[in-house]
């Protein structure tokens, strides 16, 4: 079965341009995945980790895949280390990265696996997310919030009265 997934991109070490357009290509190469678009890169400053870190390059695929969630998951870690990243070896989750690949979206599924859980657990709370989702999926419906991702980009951008 064919599944529509949605994976948030993220760099800021070295040639963030390059890690990303290459994760993007390697991501259209991999037996089982069908087909890949993306939308616009944001530059963003990062959320979280160390002090004078730099900035982030962010954006969002949509890929058509007959892999697993787990397997796709599998895949975006080898592509991710492929692109020298060491998780064993950062201090938090929010540090520096040459390359960060996750899951925001697999279909209308919900995982909560030891190390997968989809929909992502802070997509809803993350502009560099949310803005370039919304550009390439602006109706997608949460499945666990019920509401879609251009309602979840409004709140998130509308000041609190």
């Known amino acids: 079965m064919t599944a529509r997934a949605y994976i948030a991109l ?95 979206f697999f279909g209308d599924e919900v995982i909560n696996q030891v190390g997968l859980t989809v929909p992502h657990p802070r997509m809803h709370q993350r502009w560099f997310v949310l803005k370039p989702l919304c550009d390439l999926a602006p109706d997608a419906v949460h499945p666990v919030l019920h509401r879609t991702v251009r309602e979840l980009l409004a709140e998130l951008e509308t000041p609190a009265t």
Do not use: C, M
């Not at 993220?10 to 087909?35: C, E, F, I, K, T």
């Not at 890169?41 to 890929?63: C, K, S």
């Open 10 to 104: 993220g760099s800021n070490q070295g040639d963030r341009q390059a890690y990303l357009a290459d994760a993007l290509a390697v991501l259209g190469s991999l037996p089982g995945v069908n087909r890949v678009s993306q939308r616009p890169t944001y530059e963003t400053d990062p959320v979280g980790g160390h002090a004078g870190q730099g900035r982030f390059l962010n954006a969002v695929a949509q890929v058509s895949t007959d892999l697993s969630a787990k397997q796709l998951l599998d895949e975006l870690n080898k592509i991710e280390a492929d692109h020298g990243r060491d998780r064993s070896a950062e201090p938090s989750r929010s540090g520096p990265r040459t390359l960060d690949l996750d899951i925001l």
